[in-house]
């Protein structure tokens, strides 16, 4: 089933907004825009605050593609000796981490005893504020 919203095309500024803007606007399929890969595509609920610094709160929804290559510098779902989490994967020096975007908390390297699994890659984060 399809929500369609409607869509303001103009960009809002974040500063002072100009009172000489038109409020033209479309109509928008919010699922179709976010999920381009809907056989493949799961949600997951962020818990922490190891990714903050990427725009991901906790309790943010993911939404997180299984038909994409991870490659350096996505943030995944990956599975570590079972345990899941999300961080940014990168290559520093020919080895591969798992970054949080928090300095509060350690990078983990990436080594073959740990069983590491990328679940998926994620494409959008939607946060609540209210």
């Avoid at 906790?58 to 899941?84: M, Q």
């Avoid at 983990?108 to 890659?121: N, P």
């Amino acid at each position: 089933m399809a929500i369609v919203l409607p869509f303001f095309i103009n960009r809002v500024p974040a500063g002072f907004p100009s009172p000489a803007a038109d409020y033209a606007k479309e109509d928008i399929d919010l699922p179709k825009e976010l999920i381009k890969n809907p056989l493949s595509t799961f949600l997951v609920r962020a818990d922490g605050e190891s990714m903050i610094g990427a725009g991901i709160n906790s309790g943010a929804i993911l939404i997180v593609d299984r038909s994409l290559t991870a490659k350096n510098g996505s943030i995944v779902v990956a599975c570590i000796s079972g345990e899941f989490t999300i961080k940014r994967l990168v290559r520093i020096s020919g080895k591969w981490y798992l970054q949080p975007e928090n300095n509060a908390f350690p990078s983990v390297l990436i080594s073959g005893k740990d069983d590491a699994i990328i679940w998926g890659v994620v494409t959008s984060a939607v946060n609540q504020f209210i």
